[in-house]
């Protein structure tokens, strides 16, 4: 027996050794052919400068941080902010580095790294690890970056048109759960997340003036040095390994940034938060864009590029302009280019032209003035229609409250198990996350907009999401302001995600007008339609839930619904605030998703949508 068994250890031994993956060598050949499907991927990309990354600066960049040598790097993807490369060690281990191109320049790096570390730090969202990331957009690499994890599993979109009808609920009922997380926090100002105290409370305590806003640095020195003791192997150098103080600061959004406002040279010239009210966010969002139609009238900046369809456009500095209703002199071939100017030359040419040219200015300053006064009033009525709509939702005595938007939970975006498709590994992509008012963030994940009954599953799951008893929510920190312990209750944030999922979905709409990076003249009615019917815009809609079981149960945190109205043989918040008539619009629906989707026979009929 001992010889036996010492014979099958020294086999196990062998077996194990036999098996061990020799160290990945670094191959010319292997590099030279991703570089060119790098080049050929940039090619594509239309309307955008290449993006050039010296991939041999990256390789060094990465020994030197992970303290290891790099064995591959291969081209994973290019988008409009950065570039991303799958990095593979000498000893296998994979991680992912993104390269920024200089948009937003430190302010969208540190924010996208504290807003993952928040997230890691205080909830269950599985983020991927951060093992280092330099926001100086000026290093030697030339372009700030992020070295992270690999996300586990397989993007979404790979399975998701293929899910049956069960695991659909699955992976809808896991996103609700991480949904209802995230909705969960709550914070005192509109902006995005920074590491560190925050810095006009720490200007309030020392006595001196509160610096503006704009003139704040959020970021720490030297450039983000990587926080946590290096190590050689990646799993233990990690931002993620001490516990960070978090503020709301300047906002990472597209229209506070886009058309040629991300540079910040000068960043007094755009206010981009925090803002302790939506009053005050909103007045930023009317001067934003009332400002960006000076400069370009002016010649300070360059126009944005257009969005609408130029038949939409009343009148735009952009598009060809006649000095006179119905003149066509500018139509005709009086000015042949294929003809020389000789040619043309006679008794008062020169004259006529100096006239034409007079002309197209002064109908040029007057057209001007006109784009000025469209702005003023188009973004003026803008604002009061929110402000009125802002008042028509918020709950009577309650002060305003922030949470996490996220607004960007696409296919691509969310990686689920490779045999489990209904289970969650990661989450990424968490540029651009910002603190909004709660109506702005309740609403349903990107990747199920797209399908009304999906929707409707979506939100079917969050109102029964109480009455599971493996539903669990991570305490939030202490409030930032008084310091004390936040209380949850399940079933109270359910409730006033319904609320401000159905009562804001008109605010989600008529915010789309501030959420463009540049004004165009007709935008703001083609979104609010004409000034006559504005008042449609106030009136109660019909939605699948009740409203008025809503405002009760928000009105009475307390009451418990979690386990009432069981004579319909449902159980849960779902079945208090589900109304009639989409359980009976659901029900033919999940009977013909399941037909299609499970093979099944169902009830044999089609679903209504």
Not at 108 to 128: F, N
């Amino acid at each position: 027996m001992p010889r036996n068994g010492s014979s099958n250890l020294s086999l196990n031994l062998a077996e194990s050794l036999s098996f061990t993956e020799p160290p990945l060598a670094w191959d010319w050949d292997i590099e030279h052919e991703d570089r060119q499907r790098e080049r050929r991927a940039d090619a594509a990309m239309r309307d955008t400068t290449p993006f050039e990354v010296d991939r041999r600066l990256l390789k060094d960049v990465v020994r030197e941080k992970m303290g290891i040598e790099v064995g591959r790097i291969k081209f994973l993807s290019a988008g409009t902010f950065h570039k991303a490369y799958v990095i593979t060690l000498v000893n296998r281990e994979e991680l992912v580095a993104r390269v920024a191109r200089r948009f937003m320049p430190r302010l969208k790096t540190e924010s996208e790294v504290a807003t993952m570390s928040y997230l890691r730090e205080k909830t269950t969202v599985p983020v991927p690890r951060i093992y280092h990331y330099d926001s100086n957009p000026w290093n030697r690499l030339g372009g700030e970056f992020i070295l992270m994890s690999k996300a586990p599993g397989i993007p979404l979109s790979r399975v998701y048109h293929g899910l049956a009808y069960s695991d659909l609920v699955k992976l809808i009922k896991n996103l609700a759960s991480l949904t209802i997380q995230l909705f969960a926090h709550r914070f005192t100002d509109i902006g995005s997340l920074y590491f560190g105290p925050d810095p006009r409370v720490q200007a309030i305590a020392s006595g001196t003036p509160t610096p503006k806003a704009t003139l704040q640095h959020y970021s720490g020195f030297p450039f983000s040095p990587t926080l946590g003791p290096l190590s050689r192997t990646p799993s233990m150098q990690s931002v993620h390994t001490v516990t960070h103080k978090y503020h709301v600061g300047p906002i990472i959004s597209w229209p506070f940034f886009g058309s040629n406002r991300g540079n910040l040279d000068h960043p007094t010239e755009l206010n981009r938060g925090p803002w302790p009210t939506t009053v005050s966010y909103l007045e930023s969002c009317v001067e934003r864009e009332i400002n960006g139609v000076l400069k370009e009238n002016e010649g300070s900046a360059a126009p944005h590029r257009l969005h609408l369809d130029p038949d939409e456009i009343h009148s735009s500095w952009h598009h060809k302009l006649r000095a006179v209703p119905g003149d066509e002199s500018d139509d005709s071939d009086e000015y042949d280019l294929e003809e020389s100017d000789e040619e043309w030359e006679g008794p008062g040419s020169a004259m006529y032209r100096d006239y034409r040219r007079m002309q197209r200015s002064t109908f040029l300053v007057a057209h001007l003035n006109r784009r000025e006064a469209a702005v003023k009033r188009e973004m003026g009525r803008w604002k009061q229609l929110m402000e009125r709509l802002v008042e028509q939702e918020q709950k009577d005595g309650v002060k305003e409250e922030f949470g996490l938007d996220c607004h960007d939970l696409s296919l691509e975006n969310v990686f689920v198990d490779e045999n489990d498709h209904s289970k969650i590994t990661c989450v990424i992509d968490w540029e651009s996350t910002t603190t909004r008012p709660l109506w702005a963030c309740a609403h349903v994940p990107a990747c199920l907009q797209s399908s009304p009954f999906v929707s409707k599953l979506f939100r079917q799951a969050i109102a029964e999401l109480p009455s599971d008893p493996h539903f669990r929510v991570p305490p939030p920190p202490s409030h930032p302001k008084t310091g004390r312990s936040i209380s949850l209750d399940p079933a109270q944030l359910c409730r006033e995600w319904l609320y401000h999922e159905a009562s804001g979905a008109r605010l989600r709409m008529a915010h789309r007008c501030a959420e463009w990076d540049g004004w165009e003249e007709g935008l703001v009615d083609s979104i609010l339609g004409p000034e006559e019917i504005e008042k449609e815009w106030f009136k109660v809609g019909s939605s699948e839930y009740d409203h008025e079981s809503l405002r009760a149960a928000i009105a009475s945190p307390g009451h418990d619904h979690g386990h009432e109205h069981e004579s319909d043989g449902e159980v849960g918040l779902g079945a208090s605030l589900w109304s009639s008539k989409a359980k009976n619009d659901a029900a033919p629906a999940a009977a013909s998703y399941r037909d299609r989707f499970s093979g099944g026979t169902g009830t044999g009929k089609k679903w209504e949508k």
